[in-house]
């Protein structure tokens, strides 16, 4: 698996935005941040299942603070689908992409080859695509947001943060 102090891989997919329209999401080998210099990269095992959009609904209080977008393997139209006829996720603001094949999550190194789905993994990069953060959870478990959100701002800070750091706190030492 592809951790911290790695670059994130240049992809192009699918995918759906907050007006669900289709569109093409990704960073490329010269990413230039869409609105900040941080970015959270998250992917689910599947549309239509119980756990994602709680995830994603959470996942979303993070795009006033970095890049946001969610990857599955299922395609665009299923995503199209599940935002029309789910209302945690109706209204999210961030995109949801398609890695049809997988071909992402294979080179993050974060399939799951027996249900021929991806992990529940995070990745937290900054303006030149170095992970600061990865994290990946078992099928069944889903992720905090706030504790994504609070590490997100651990890491915008720049300084020593604690275990219990929150935004506003002193630094470590």
């Not at 095992?45 to 756990?51: G, M």
């Not at 947001?145 to 275990?163: D, I, M, S, W, Y």
Request: glycine share 10%; charged share 20%; aromatic share 10%.
């Amino acid at each position: 698996m592809l951790t911290v102090g790695q670059q994130f891989p240049a992809f192009s997919l699918q995918g759906i935005n907050e007006n669900n329209e289709f569109v093409r999401v990704g960073v490329d080998e010269n990413y230039q941040p869409l609105k900040h210099d941080w970015s959270v990269v998250y992917f689910y095992p599947k549309d239509f299942t119980f756990i994602c959009p709680t995830e994603i609904a959470g996942f979303d209080t993070l795009v006033d603070h970095a890049n946001v977008i969610g990857i599955s393997g299922d395609n665009e139209f299923c995503k199209l689908a599940w935002k029309q006829d789910n209302e945690l996720i109706g209204n999210i603001r961030h995109t949801l992409a398609a890695d049809c094949g997988l071909g992402l999550s294979s080179v993050l190194g974060i399939v799951n080859e027996e249900e021929g789905v991806c992990y529940r993994a995070t990745f937290i990069f900054d303006k030149n695509r170095i992970i600061q953060h990865a994290s990946v959870n078992a099928l069944d478990t889903g992720r905090n947001h706030t504790e994504v959100l609070r590490t997100l701002k651990g890491l915008q800070a720049g300084g020593l943060t604690g275990c219990a750091w929150d935004d506003g706190d002193e630094f470590v030492g």
